[in-house]
């Protein structure tokens, strides 16, 4: 089975911070990756597909990148909307697997 | 607009069993590979199972394989989870997501696995 090693756990940043979250894969699975946004008592919702594909609707400061068996997640400037939690998503092989998930806290 | 609506969640004893459903509105839910995902409470998220478009297909999370069964009925335009042996670990919220890549989700049923 393919895991996922994301990271941080969590962390504390303030408004405007370029944050930037790491996935790793325990082995390669090209671009099969999509990222996840949730809100408390929300439902998790769909931010970047294909690893680096923008989902429609949200906002450019959002970007993922990588292939292979390391990707990240970076928000440009972080908006107070963003204070989150994150989490990447594996869809290569026939099980999927998610990230542990970062939790995005106001410093 | 598409539309997943699960239900089916409530509370059962340890070993007890539950059917939940998943109603698609809004897309060609035949075409569509879908999916279950829970978190349990204060928790992350977790795979559960997901099945192709026509339903030859499956697949489970080895913490449910064995357990629970995942089907689908195009003609209704719904998707199943037939949960069996249930246990205390498998309290959680369970969505249902639409398309490889999970692009659409349900707001989830709680299940809730006590005595």
């Known amino acids: 089975d393919i895991q996922m090693t994301q990271s941080p756990s969590a962390m504390s940043a303030s408004v405007g911070d370029r944050v930037t979250i790491t996935c790793r894969a325990s082995q390669g699975i090209s671009n099969y990756l999509a990222w996840f946004q949730q809100k408390p008592g929300k439902v998790p919702k769909r931010l970047i597909y294909?690893?680096?594909s923008l989902q429609s609707g949200v906002p450019s400061r959002f970007s993922g990148s990588g292939s292979g068996t390391e990707f990240t997640l970076t928000i440009s400037s972080l908006q107070p909307e963003d204070f989150a939690t994150y989490y990447c998503l594996q869809h290569n092989s026939y099980l999927w697997t998610f990230g542990q998930g970062t939790k995005v806290e106001i410093k | 607009e598409v539309q997943l609506v699960e239900s089916g969640g409530g509370l059962v004893q340890p070993g007890g069993s539950l059917r939940l459903s998943c109603a698609a509105s809004g897309f060609t839910f035949s075409s569509y590979w879908m999916h279950w995902v829970r978190q349990a409470p204060g928790k992350g998220l977790v795979w559960v199972s997901r099945i192709n478009s026509d339903g030859s297909s499956t697949s489970y999370a080895d913490s449910v394989k064995g357990r629970f069964t995942i089907s689908r009925d195009n003609a209704k335009n719904t998707l199943y989870l037939q949960m069996n042996s249930l246990r205390a670990e498998d309290t959680a919220v369970y969505y249902c997501?639409?398309?490889?890549?999970?692009?659409?989700w349900g707001q989830g049923t709680l299940v809730t696995v006590s005595s």
């Open positions: 294909a690893a680096s």
């Open positions: 997501a639409r398309a490889y890549d999970l692009d659409y």
